[in-house]
């Protein structure tokens, strides 16, 4: 083995990931920790799914949605592997054009939910868990241009939501996309899929961040903000003990230009609707409903 192999191969994982069989009585045991979190081991199992980890067990990353996660893993990538990102990887059922940052746990070498790892949760509490969080209204606004989106390209991402909304809503996609009476209807749909699914069943892209992030399950040692990412940075690399390199700039991946007419979204009917609808994430990430970023 060369030396650069010696000093790289710690980095990756090599043996396989669980199996089916043992991954699940790994779910099923830590919904029974959590009796009062998880409606049953499903949901235990997707939680266990939007957390991933290194090899080396340092930190684990928790996915929540339109937050920063695309920009926020490319930084982990390179402070774990001493070297920038920059593999490319087309992945045609995903609208992000950064895809290749959310599918490093597909591989197995580079990534692992922490359902597939042995022992997964245990190894969980001993790294440094991490997460990024945005402001509740400017979350949902990026959200619906993003499930817009989709419907302009034809794609199957988000689909079934867009084909509920249309049936339960009345949310017209020839005419309502990118609106104010649109968003209205969007708030809708989300209200109405809380209320008869459960808030498990509302897409990770724009569910209440409180129900993403779990913190009284994960315990987030570091909660980032789009608001402040060169911070976040610095502080993730500090944790870590690594200095970043002169100029460091914070990586921006999947940032969607920002639309100059959003605010003429945020009718008071929708800002209100808003404010109900994620008034958990308000309360506990201390945003104001009335100031948007």
Partial sequence: MTDLAAAAGHSVFFAPPLRPGPANAQAEQFAAAHADGFADTDAAAQFLRSIHMPASGRWAFLNNGKAGTSSARRLLFRLEFGVPLTTEWDMPQDINPDSVVHHMQATGWILR?????????????????????????????????????????????????????????????????RTAEGLARFLAYVELTRDKMGSAAIDPHWRPQIDNIRPDIYRPDILGRVEDMPGFCHQVADRLGHNLPDGFAAPKANSQARRSDRADLLTPANRHHIGQLYAEDFGWLGYDPDQPS
């Avoid at 402001?135 to 619906?144: C, G, M, N, Y």
Wanted: include cysteine; aromatic fraction near 10%.
């Fill in 113 to 177: 939910p922490v359902l597939a790892l042995r022992n997964g949760p245990a190894r969980l509490q001993k790294a440094l868990r991490i997460a990024t969080v945005r402001h509740p209204t400017e979350r949902v606004l990026s959200a619906f241009d993003y499930l817009c989106q989709s419907h302009d390209l034809r794609h199957s991402w988000f689909a079934a939501d867009r084909l509920r909304m249309n049936a339960t809503v009345g949310f017209d996609w020839t005419r309502h996309p």
